[in-house]
Structure formats: C-alpha cells, structure tokens
C-alpha cells in the first residue's frame, strides 16, 4: 500500500506538532521562537503568537486556541495566556518544573477553558488544573501520579482528554480528564508501560503502544477492555493512528511505517519522504501528519 501526499507546509526543523480538537481542525505547530496554528486540512497558518515576550520555556507543552486568538504558554514556573500580539493576558505562577519533573503540556478543552498539567508543590506527582479564563485562577484541580519527562493531550470527541504521558526509560502512563459538573473528572487506568496515541472518530476505541515490548493494542473506550492485540517481526514504534479501516504505525525508527488491515495483517506502508520522519500525528478523516525536517506533510492512504 502506498501513501499520497495531501498537503505540505513548511516550518522550523523539528517542529513539534498537535491537534488541537478532537476533529483536527487545527493544529499547533511549536518551534523556538513562535507558535502558529495551521488547518488540518491544507496546513495553511491561521494564526501566529511570538513567544520572544517570555522567558524560561519549559518544553513544547503549548497550545492555541486560533478562532479566538489565544495561545496557552508552559514557562518553567508559570503558564501565560497570550494574544495574537504577543500581548500577557495573565500569567500564574506554579512550582517549577524541575530534576525528574521536565514538562507539563495545556489545552484548550470543547469548551474553550484553559486546562494545564503543572507540578504538585510537593513534587508527589502532577495537578490537572482548569484555569480561569479572565483571571489565570484555578477553577478546579485534580492529582495524578506523574512526574513527566513530556505529556501530551489526546481529544475525545466526547468532552474526554486523554494525557499521554512519558517518564523517559521509567514508565508511560495515561489518565483521562474532563470537566464535570463538580469540577474535574478523572479516569486513571493505572498503566505504567502504555503509550496513548490516539482515538478514532467515534471516540469509542483507542490505541496504545508498548513503551518497550510487546504488542500494540486496540481498547474499547471508556471502559478499556483489550479488543486487539498486533505485533510484528520488527518493534513498533510509539506513534500510531487510525486510518479509516487500516491502523497506520511507525517503526521504532520511525523511518519505516506500516499498515495493519482489520484481521491483524501487517504490510508495509510506502511513504515517500525525502529523508526520516521527525514524528507522526494523527490528522483528520483518517489522514496522519509526519514532520521531516523543516516540512509538514499531510497523507493518506491510496
């Protein structure tokens, strides 16, 4: 099977890049200096925040909010809300990210508040806030057991957000998060060597890889019972989506990708980049995004 290019854009080498919405609407695309918000589907920037106005970034936790011109910046101590002009709408200062504890992430949820993962004062784990959008006050605030090298939100077309969180060579866990009527909810699966990836349109299946070994797996959501397990003569990677029927997933060098059909087949995917893929994100209508040096390409499957 073969892949055809659908758009591409270019951008910094080694962007970073993550949807914002469960219909990857848009996407968030991070480098040093700025933060652009681009279409999911012709990548095209729809807004722009320079990032020279603060100091201290901790990690490429950020995220944007392009429809209404608002962009969430994770600082070592503090996470800002930014106008388009760069301007400090609020900024709250938290307990730094520091030693085992390297980098939170934000989001915007369905609704448009300003959620942040940030460290506990005790450094016994994490907070899951919901923030104030006029005041940067938190409105309501969760535990989780985390001490992240990077996090990374996953939207569920439900209101859920999945935080796929990495702590290097120690574990991988995940957690589910959403505003309820009592504040946050909270669903802890209590995995330590899953890494969540993605989820399908419908919001009812997820996929998760093996930190190390062992097989990538299909769940059904919420109630995360197992419903496939694949694996391969080589080691996946860490990155995988849904596309259409088809799962598409890197290699652990994510220099080869592959495709696995609805009975568990795996076959060999032709992406045709000019050199390896830097990541992968899931994209929209059963596309995926790989960033290869300073490009971001969108592709689906022929």
């Known amino acids: 099977m073969r892949a055809h290019s659908l758009a591409l854009a270019m951008t910094e080498p080694r962007s970073h890049v993550r949807a914002n919405d469960a219909r990857r609407s848009s996407f968030t ?3 040093e200096e700025r933060l652009r918000a681009v279409t999911g589907d012709d990548l095209a920037v729809i807004a722009e925040w320079p990032l020279t106005t603060l100091d201290s970034l901790a990690g490429r936790g950020h995220a944007t909010s392009p429809e209404r011109g608002l962009a969430l910046v994770c600082g070592v101590d503090r996470v800002s ?4 002009d760069g301007t400090v709408v609020w900024s709250l200062g938290h307990t730094g990210w ?8 934000a989001w ?4 448009g508040r300003p959620m942040v993962v940030i460290p506990s004062p ?5 907070l899951v806030a919901w923030l104030d959008e006029a005041t940067g006050e938190i409105r309501s605030r969760a535990h989780i057991e985390a001490a992240p090298a990077g996090i990374e939100p996953v939207f569920h077309p439900d209101g859920w957000v999945g935080l796929s ?11 589910w998060v959403r505003v309820g009527d009592d504040g946050i909810e909270l669903i802890d699966p209590e995995w330590d060597d899953q890494v969540l990836v993605d989820v399908d349109p419908a919001g009812d299946r997820i996929i998760t890889t093996p930190h190390y070994e062992g097989p990538l797996t299909v769940w059904s959501f919420p109630g995360l019972v197992p419903e496939r397990e694949v694996e391969w003569d080589e080691p996946l990677g860490h990155e995988a989506c ?11 060098s994510v220099v080869d990708f592959v495709t696995i059909d609805p009975a568990g087949t795996v076959e060999p995917l032709d992406v045709p980049l000019d050199s390896y893929a830097w990541m992968m994100a899931p994209a929209a209508g059963g596309s995926f995004l790989t960033v290869v040096g300073d490009s971001i390409q969108r592709w689906a499957l022929t």
């Open 242 to 252: 849904f596309a259409g029927a088809y799962i598409v997933a890197a290699t652990r």
């Open 122 to 126: 005790a450094y016994d784990g994490c």
């Open 165 to 175: 969180e990495g702590e290097g060579q120690d574990a991988t866990r995940a957690w």
């Open 108 to 111: 915007f949820d369905t609704d």
């Open 29 to 31: 695309v991070v480098s």
């Open 98 to 105: 520091d030693g085992d504890f390297e980098s939170g992430c």
């Open 81 to 84: 809300l930014l106008r388009v």
